[in-house]
């Protein structure tokens, strides 16, 4: 069952406006309310818009599961890769090796109140990337899933 | 009419519990903040955050989010094998 | 009382959802119940980690330095991605079990007796 052309429409050009609030709440984590699970959720609802406004043949056209489920599992080894590099640096695992050292994410930021740079926070805005990937695919291959077990309905 | 009255007689006991415990709490002044004040003191040097609910989380407490999307991706992997079988169009044979 | 209502709200929303796990036999009802604690369960560490004044622990442009507690906030963020993901994979069962036995109502569906 596909919706009318008019929600279609919507559909179509709400979903590059989602992407691009999502990834900014992603990227802006450290720094406004947000991070990688809230971005990685707004993203998701981006996809559920799309798959409930077209049917299940036309979405897995170019929605698709393997590039999905490619993106959750590259999300949560890059999560734990990052904390392993840290070993690299001759640190415990977790440990913020990035912030204060000058290199990218690593510039010192102001104490006390500050209007913000983005280019801080260490290890911080990489594990918010790597989870908001995992939260992107994982969510969005959920509902995916779910589709293709009622498609036999007729639904 | 009995399971009715053993459902009321617990559901009041349990209100009266839980009721008792949230009438003795004060709201809004939490009694031992030590460890939250030193994050909020020191999190900006040591993690280089603003925000510090995600300093919490990514560093401080990292640990408790690699767990956390661990379980993530099991439960999304549980969901997938639910899924698998019936697209190729085979049914679930029945024992 | 009405300085305790955060924390009355807590109770009230636990006895209804212990009540709807407790009692009904759809499926999808316990599920909303167990979403109910869930729901519970993140205001309670919510309120307790709330300061009388206190803003978000943010410091871009933050009004005050007098902040709420940053630890409940960030345990309750991980509560929500794990109740999403079990919603998920109880959704799916039901899914599943309707697809097989055609109803979702528990005591109808004889085959888990063993």
């Known amino acids: ?155 | 009419m009995k399971k009715v009255l053993v459902v009321g007689a617990s559901l009041l006991i349990m209100a009266a519990f839980f009721g008792m415990i949230a009438l003795n709490l004060t709201f809004g002044s939490p009694k031992t903040t030590d460890m939250d004040d030193y994050f909020l003191r020191n999190g900006q040097e040591l993690t280089g955050s603003n925000n510090e609910c995600t300093a919490v989380v990514f560093d401080f407490r990292g640990f408790d989010t690699l767990g956390e999307s661990t379980v993530l991706f099991c439960a999304i992997v549980g969901v997938g094998l639910m899924f698998r079988k019936m697209q190729g169009g085979e049914e679930y044979e029945d024992e | 009382m009405l300085w305790n209502l955060p924390f009355i709200t807590v109770v009230v929303l636990t006895l209804i959802g212990l009540v709807t796990v407790l009692l009904k036999k759809n499926i999808i009802k316990i599920l909303l119940g167990i979403n109910i604690l869930n729901s519970a369960a993140n205001l309670f560490l919510i309120t307790l980690g709330y300061r009388e004044g206190g803003v978000a622990p943010i410091f871009t442009l933050a009004p005050s330095e007098l902040m709420v507690l940053p630890t409940p906030q960030a345990l309750v963020l991980t509560s929500i991605v794990i109740g999403v993901a079990t919603s998920a994979l109880v959704l799916s069962f039901a899914i599943v079990l309707q697809k097989k036995y055609g109803t979702v109502d528990i005591d109808k569906i004889r085959r888990l007796h063993g």
């Open chain 1, 1 to 155: 069952m596909r919706m009318s052309k008019i929600v279609r429409t919507a559909a179509d050009i709400l979903y590059p406006a989602i992407l691009i609030f999502g990834l900014y709440i992603v990227a802006h984590g450290h720094l406004t309310p947000g991070g990688g699970f809230q971005g990685g959720a707004v993203i998701a609802t981006g996809g559920a818009l799309v798959i409930v406004a077209y049917n299940y043949k036309e979405v897995t056209g170019w929605l698709k599961k393997n590039v999905l489920t490619g993106q959750e599992v590259s999300g949560l080894v890059g999560f734990i890769g990052v904390g392993l590099l840290a070993l690299a640096f001759g640190q415990v695992f977790f440990f913020n090796y990035l912030v204060g050292s000058g290199s990218i994410f690593g510039m010192p930021v102001p104490y006390g109140i500050n209007p913000g740079e983005l280019n801080t926070a260490g290890i911080v805005p990489l594990m918010n990337f790597a989870v908001g990937i995992e939260v992107w695919g994982g969510l969005t291959v959920v509902i995916l899933y779910m589709l293709s077990g009622l498609e036999k309905e007729g639904c």
